[in-house]
């Protein structure tokens, strides 16, 4: 069982900062990648950004120089700290992850969710 909780969402205004964290927990043999999602009403899923295992990072180009994805391997923790923060920012924000959880077993789970509502 692999369980990841997020946590750091909020109301805030715009121009503001938050981080998010995620940490995954459970029998975790090795975790691939680590990521975060959003989705906004009304719309799609939409990747933010992700962090590989050897620290390689992508991320959406409407948070581009204001996001920052970062990984801690020996927690199994991810963050996203978000920097001048936007009203379009604002959505349901997902933690995601592919790992293994044997040496040949790999899945990929998602995180409950934490809502960042951002005000104008």
């Known amino acids: 069982q692999v369980q990841l909780v997020e946590s750091g969402g909020g109301l805030v205004q715009a121009g503001s900062s938050l981080t998010l964290s995620c940490a995954a927990s459970?029998?975790?043999?090795?975790?691939?990648?680590m990521g975060w999602y959003r989705q906004a009403p009304g719309k799609q899923r939409e990747l933010v950004a992700s962090?590989?295992?050897?620290?390689?990072?992508n991320y959406a180009d409407s948070v581009k120089d204001r996001f920052t994805i970062s990984r801690d391997n020996a927690m199994n923790t991810v963050y996203l700290q978000m920097n001048s923060l936007k009203p379009e920012d604002t959505a349901v924000y997902y933690c995601n992850s592919y790992l293994y959880t044997s040496y040949r077993d790999w899945g990929e789970y998602w995180g409950q969710g934490t809502q960042v509502t951002v005000s104008s």
């Open positions: 459970g029998s975790i043999f090795r975790i691939v990648g």
């Open positions: 962090v590989n295992a050897g620290g390689s990072t």
